[in-house]
């Protein structure tokens, strides 16, 4: 089992829809987790960290399932410009183990007018 | 402030060249990785650097690849000879110890092709 599992895509949807994504990992001592976002042929950048207990920053909503291992990411009102690749990181020790990171492969999505 | 500087941003060259890859990380900051970015394996890291120390060189692939951290502001990663297979985006991020240090900062990259 890969350490960190996403739904490759696309996901192809019209403005203004709500569309989600799941994340699983299969380190159950995993401690920290994010949601990067890379635009095509650019470097990937931090979206939002996610905390056990959720949490939203505008349109975008990420959770956290440490019983189940798995991680989703919630767009609201997708624009255009939301059309990105969209990945699933873990880290796999605790808070400043710099050096853990295991990108998973990215959903791509693809908003359409 | 600047961000993560790499160089060069595309590179072709022949199988059996050298290829040498250059970074400057951010200001301040103690952490440096390589990663390796190709449609099949995705984002891979290849190795990392702790105050110009290398810590972690198990995802490096083989022998061909090298990196080095001569001083805080400078990594190169070289590859000796180059193969066709090596072609990717490398990849350079930084970031610094401690908390909040999980946020890795990445460099543009830089599209390697060997033909």
């Known amino acids: 089992r890969k350490e960190v599992e996403q739904d490759p895509g696309p996901f192809n949807v019209p403005e203004g829809a709500t569309v989600a994504f799941n994340c699983t990992y299969s380190?159950?001592?995993?401690?920290?987790f994010f949601w990067y976002r890379q635009d095509c042929r650019k470097e990937p950048k931090l979206l939002m960290s996610v905390y056990s207990s959720g949490n939203e920053d505008g349109r975008f909503t990420a959770q956290l399932n440490r019983a189940s291992q798995y991680i989703s990411l919630l767009i609201r009102d997708s624009k255009l410009s939301d059309s990105a690749t969209y990945l699933c990181v873990v880290n796999r020790r605790g808070g400043g183990s710099q050096g853990n990171l295991i990108f998973g492969k990215g959903t791509k999505l693809s908003v359409k007018p | 402030d600047a961000g993560v500087i790499q160089s060069p941003r595309h590179e072709v060259t022949e199988m059996g060249q050298e290829v040498t890859l250059r970074c400057k990380p951010i200001s301040g900051h103690d952490y440096l990785f390589w990663y390796r970015q190709t449609m099949m394996r995705g984002l891979e890291l290849l190795i990392y650097f702790n105050n110009n120390v290398p810590i972690d060189d198990s995802g490096m692939p083989e022998d061909r690849f090298s990196a080095k951290m001569p001083n805080a502001s400078f990594s190169t990663l070289k590859i000796q000879p180059s193969e066709p297979r090596d072609s990717a985006v490398y990849f350079c991020?930084?970031?610094?110890?401690?908390?909040?240090?999980?946020?890795?900062?990445f460099g543009p990259g830089t599209r390697l092709t060997v033909l």
């Open positions: 380190n159950s001592a995993s401690q920290s």
């Open positions: 991020a930084s970031t610094w110890g401690g908390v909040g240090g999980d946020t890795q900062y």
